[in-house]
């Protein structure tokens, strides 16, 4: 991140782009009796391309990714293997993204093989059993995901779910209540007559609309 101190200015970067896999050491040293607090850590992407979350996504830390979406949503965007607005999982060139562990010294490493070269999102086969609901409203958005998956649980799973870090104070929060945590993506087996209670909030008064999409997922 550069910031001139007058404008405009050209920079110059010189050096060898990065042509290895690249380790990091995740840190939880927070003593925070809040599990939603602790074990975040603030990578960056080190290539010069687009990554891929799903080539890296298994490790001792949660196999959700959160990254900052200024301009279109005014919170964090997720994604967790299978469904979330992090689109496909693809990570940005340049890009910083929020990864979470419960293992204080836990090893992450992004591959040479992550790297993702086409400007052109993926294209997946539609994922079963999982519904988008989107909150709009003073220009911004957010998005809260309900998937049922028979390998999860209904208490928190870190392989499935994932924790709701709240954004803009002026863009609404919309996200899952579950096992006593706010969650963005909550994975749920389905047992029947299921029940998914919602939290929203919003910093301005306005009319805001809740739209629902992947009903067609539904058997």
């Given amino acids: 991140s550069v910031q001139m101190t007058t404008a405009p200015q050209t920079a110059t970067f010189t050096g060898m782009l990065n042509g290895y896999d690249v380790t990091r050491?995740?840190?939880n040293m927070n003593t925070s009796s809040d599990v939603n607090r602790v074990g975040w850590n603030l990578l960056g992407n080190p290539f010069p391309s687009a990554i891929d979350w799903d080539a890296f996504s298994t490790g001792a830390y949660d196999a959700q990714v959160a990254v900052w979406d200024q301009a279109g949503a005014g919170n964090y965007i997720y994604w967790n293997g299978s469904v979330g607005s992090l689109?496909?999982?693809i990570i940005p060139a340049q890009?910083?993204?929020?990864?979470k562990t419960a293992t204080n010294g836990a090893a992450l490493t992004i591959p040479m093989a992550a790297q993702?070269?086409?400007?052109?999102?993926l294209y997946k086969d539609a994922v079963a059993n999982a519904l988008?609901?989107?909150?709009?409203?003073?220009?911004?958005?957010d998005a809260?995901?309900?998937h049922f998956n028979s390998n999860a649980?209904?208490?928190?799973?870190?392989?499935?779910?994932?924790?709701?870090l709240e954004g803009l104070?002026?863009?609404?929060?919309?996200?899952?209540?579950?096992?006593?945590y706010n969650l963005s993506i909550n994975e749920l087996p389905f047992e029947g007559n299921e029940v998914v209670n919602l939290g929203f909030k919003c910093g301005v008064a306005g009319t805001y609309s809740l739209n629902a999409s992947g009903m067609e997922s539904f058997s």
Avoid: C, I, W
Avoid at 116 to 121: F, L, R, T
Avoid at 132 to 141: I, K, Q, S, V, W
Avoid at 156 to 162: E, I, M, P, R, T
Avoid at 169 to 179: D, F, G, I, K
């Fill in 169 to 180: 104070e002026t863009a609404p929060q919309l996200y899952n209540m579950a096992a006593g």
């Fill in 25 to 27: 050491t995740l840190s």
């Fill in 144 to 146: 809260t995901f309900v």
């Fill in 87 to 89: 689109t496909n999982g």
């Fill in 153 to 164: 649980t209904a208490d928190f799973d870190n392989q499935y779910d994932a924790f709701k």
């Fill in 116 to 121: 993702v070269h086409s400007p052109m999102a």
């Fill in 95 to 99: 890009n910083g993204f929020f990864v």
């Fill in 132 to 141: 988008e609901l989107r909150a709009n409203g003073n220009n911004y958005y």
